[in-house]
């Protein structure tokens, strides 16, 4: 794989063509996109499967929003911890597995035993060494206290995540070493306050089929929808000026719209369109990647820390996943922490984990997320479901369905729907070709 995918072809045999070179910005579309994420993308892709005149700006360099992936030494670097869960719907209906070359994580598991062991525990639904497992993390006080948490669901379901988690055992090991890190870890959430509705939502998913990376990382999936868009996909195009006229780019130029879509994030959307949507609060991640000589982990499966305390919520071998991800005979390893831990504290708590083996690992990159997740979202910001914020304005992004890849490809899903609603007459009903 060459260092930039510009022009190149991909293991699928798919071409990627150079989003980085100028194309010409028209003065007139029917809909103007205003962001080249997941939801920017997905919307862009529905709208051209329709026969709509349509453009996208992005302001960066290449399309892809939070989804983006840096390649340093031969190393595959996703910014921070990333997965692809194939349960999703929208995923389902938008991408082409097959081009995406998808590598499964293990189904299941390393969490720390009562007695500090780094133990792996396997999926329960999807072999029988799961099976075997459950008699390791669950007893009768569990049980008892899953079917009050599933009553305190039902009557409570506005209640946040650790509100549920409560009604399980104080020293379950099921609560302790496994639901409670693993959903820190995975809605970058340590004090789990994320409303329960998301968390089922979640585990759904993982539930229901595998979780996994491209082969060639994670950028591969903004990748192959911008395959899609062509000419039509313009980067390095700030937009600084939305009405219901059209947009304003920062060299000047204008853009005329009948419908314009703004599918950013929440603060961007707040500085185009002020009043369009009320200040939301994001959470944030600090990620950390080292190599290797050796294998830290027997299986390709997630590692959630639960006794070794410190800010590591999660660390994965990406490498053991999908082996383009590191260079031969080398080892990616994928840490994800609190934001602005230090090195020496994350160390710290890795050399107790791996007992003394992570001295060795050498540190290729280190920063934060600041604006990860949306800790405010869906339903919760009361905004009408068509996402009108003005005459022909539409809003898209994960923060308004779930905080997640298949959130952010179904918002861009509505809003086409709601722009081919303006464009063809409000009286038309005719479902949106999605595929």
């Not at 329709?50 to 996703?78: A, C, I, M, Q, W």
Request: some cysteine.
């Amino acid at each position: 794989m060459p260092e930039s995918y510009l022009n190149s072809e991909d293991a699928s045999g798919e071409v990627l063509t150079d989003q980085t070179s100028p194309s010409v910005i028209p003065t007139e579309s029917e809909v103007t996109v205003v962001g080249g994420g997941l939801a920017g993308l997905s919307c862009a892709v529905v709208l051209g499967n329709n026969g709509v005149d349509y453009h996208l700006l992005e302001k960066s360099e290449v399309p892809g929003g939070k989804v983006t992936t840096d390649r340093v030494d031969g190393f595959v670097l996703d910014k921070g911890f990333q997965v692809f869960l194939e349960a999703s719907p929208m995923g389902k209906r938008l991408l082409d597995y097959t081009k995406l070359e998808l590598r499964p994580f293990y189904r299941g598991l390393y969490i720390d035993s009562p007695s500090g062991s780094r133990t792996l525990i396997s999926d329960p639904l999807s072999t029988n060494l799961g099976v075997r497992d459950l008699r390791n993390i669950l007893n009768a006080s569990d049980l008892v206290g899953m079917v009050q948490a599933s009553i305190a669901y039902l009557r409570y379901p506005k209640s946040t995540t650790a509100e549920i988690f409560s009604q399980l055992p104080t020293r379950s090991v099921l609560r302790r070493s496994i639901a409670e890190p693993f959903f820190k870890g995975v809605l970058s959430d340590p004090e789990l306050q994320s409303p329960i509705s998301l968390t089922r939502s979640i585990a759904t998913l993982f539930l229901k089929g595998a979780a996994s990376l491209p082969a060639l990382g994670m950028d591969s999936i903004p990748r192959h929808l911008a395959s899609q868009l062509g000419d039509r996909l313009h980067t390095k195009s700030e937009v600084v000026r939305v009405s219901s006229k059209g947009v304003e780019l920062t060299e000047g130029r204008k853009i005329s719209s009948r419908c314009i879509v703004i599918a950013t994030d929440a603060p961007t959307a707040r500085r185009l369109v002020p009043g369009s949507v009320t200040e939301v609060p994001y959470r944030s991640v600090g990620y950390t990647y080292f190599s290797a000589d050796e294998r830290p982990l027997g299986h390709a499966a997630l590692y959630v820390p639960s006794l070794h305390k410190g800010p590591v919520l999660t660390v994965s071998v990406p490498s053991d996943i999908s082996v383009y991800y590191a260079p031969q005979g080398r080892h990616l390893i994928s840490v994800s922490h609190s934001r602005g831990a230090s090195i020496s504290d994350i160390r710290s708590q890795l050399n107790k984990i791996f007992r003394g083996q992570s001295n060795s690992w050498e540190e290729i990159a280190h920063g934060d997320i600041d604006a990860a997740l949306p800790a405010l979202f869906g339903k919760s910001l009361a905004l009408p479901n068509d996402r009108l914020v003005g005459q022909n304005i539409v809003l898209a992004g994960d923060f308004l369905d779930t905080p997640s890849i298949d959130g952010a490809l179904a918002s861009g899903v509505n809003a086409a729907r709601t722009a081919l609603a303006i464009i063809k007459g409000r009286g038309s009903t005719t479902p949106p070709r999605v595929k």
